[in-house]
């Protein structure tokens, strides 16, 4: 049977009560501990807390279970980008990563990777799979990319990389396990930030590595050991407890998007709508075989920055707000971090509000804008 990331989260809720013995609570503990009792020879999955500790399992669990695949956890996912690149590139590996995506993983290379001798390329999201691949040792891509929302065709784009035997990481922060499989899709890597609609009530940072080749996992599993780039088990629980609503919050979050880039469209004041189910995407195809929906991300380009600025503050349920991916709805000009679009570009992430009360809001203040 095809894996169903659906059928898997539902295993994936119902996992510790099936493990568990009368008496036991059937919510996770958090155990906060440094050290544990280790007499004699040290044996047991529990030594040391740098090295495990229960409630990252407990969470490493769930999020396995949406991967299908073995998964690291790091506490943000630069920390977990950081660790999949800085452990496995070497001096005169080339890189090549997105012009378009999220600007840190950029300013990551620039200021770490390349005094280290890796050898670092960018090009844009759409020309990715035009690329010659042979002299890379890696290939980090975002697909919806970051915040222009464009895609690129995994499936193409891992068949090249694997004939050119160079490695394939996919950061799938917009999507989520729930909404696209880049390891199906015949990616080696994948890294998320947890931060995101993953974990969803912008209370932590989190992030994780998921890799279905052994080798790559164990490595990323020792780098973490050893650099110390650990979870708190709060975290874990909090991330935890985030997850096991994901399915739904996820649902309701692309229903309100898919709505509210219909409707969008209609007002003068807004110049264009970018939402991959719309059929005026240009890759809307794509995004219908490779994702499993389209996404909780809008990107929508107002005449100018201040009509935008004016949408984001007068609108009682958009929070002005940078990340994405939380229960609330919010909103950000990403010109105003430099970021490649119009200063009137607004990336909208919609939140689990009733669609309804969200948009009876939002039209009210595009028709005093219009
Ligand atoms: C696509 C993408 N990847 C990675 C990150 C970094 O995640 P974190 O802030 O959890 O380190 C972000 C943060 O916005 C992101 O949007």
New binding site residues.
């Given amino acids: 049977m095809t894996f169903d990331p659906k059928t898997s989260f539902t295993k994936a809720l119902h996992h510790r009560q099936n493990h568990i013995d009368t008496g036991e609570p059937i919510s996770v503990p958090i155990v906060p501990a440094s050290t544990y009792k280790l007499p004699n020879i040290p044996e047991g999955d529990y030594q040391y807390g740098r090295v495990s500790n229960p409630t990252w399992d407990a969470t490493e669990n769930i999020i396995s279970m949406l991967e299908n695949a073995p998964v690291v956890t790091f506490p ?6 950081s660790a999949v690149l800085l452990s496995i590139l070497k001096p005169n590996d080339k890189l090549l990563i997105p012009s378009d ?2 600007y ?2 950029r300013v990551m290379a620039e200021k770490f990777l390349k005094p280290l001798g890796v050898i670092v390329q960018e090009c844009s999201t759409l020309n990715i799979e035009s690329q010659d691949f042979s002299q890379y040792r890696m290939v980090l891509l ?1 697909t919806p ?2 915040p222009k929302l464009d895609l690129c065709d995994l499936q193409k784009i891992a068949a090249k990389c694997q004939a050119a035997n160079v490695l394939l990481v996919v ?1 799938n ?2 999507m989520t396990p729930l909404g696209q499989q880049p390891l199906d899709l015949g990616a080696d890597i994948v ?6 609609a993953l974990n969803g009530h912008s209370d932590t ?3 994780h590595v998921a890799s279905r080749n052994a080798d790559i996992i164990e490595n990323i599993r020792e780098w973490r050991k050893i650099t110390g780039a650990i979870v708190s088990p709060h975290d874990a629980w909090l991330v935890h407890r985030g997850l096991e609503t994901l399915e739904i919050r996820f649902e309701r979050m692309c229903q309100n998007a898919s709505f509210v880039a219909t409707q969008l469209s209609n007002y003068p004041v807004v110049s264009s709508v970018v939402y991959p189910g719309l059929t005026s995407h240009p890759a809307h195809q794509l995004a219908k075989t490779q994702m499993q929906c389209f996404g909780s991300l809008i990107g929508v380009e107002f005449r100018n920055a201040h009509i935008a600025e004016r949408f984001i503050n007068e609108c009682e349920f958009i929070v002005a707000a ?3 991916g939380g229960i609330h709805t919010s909103a950000e000009r990403r010109a105003r971090w430099g970021d490649d679009v119009a200063e009137g570009y607004v990336r909208l992430s919609l939140g689990i509000e009733p669609t309804k009360i969200l948009w009876s809001n939002m039209q009210a203040v595009l028709d005093d804008l219009s």
């Fill in positions: 943000s996912g630069m920390a977990a980008i995506g999220y840190v993983t975002e990319s970051n950061d922060t917009t890294v998320a930030s947890d931060t995101k940072l989190f992030g940078t990340s994405f």
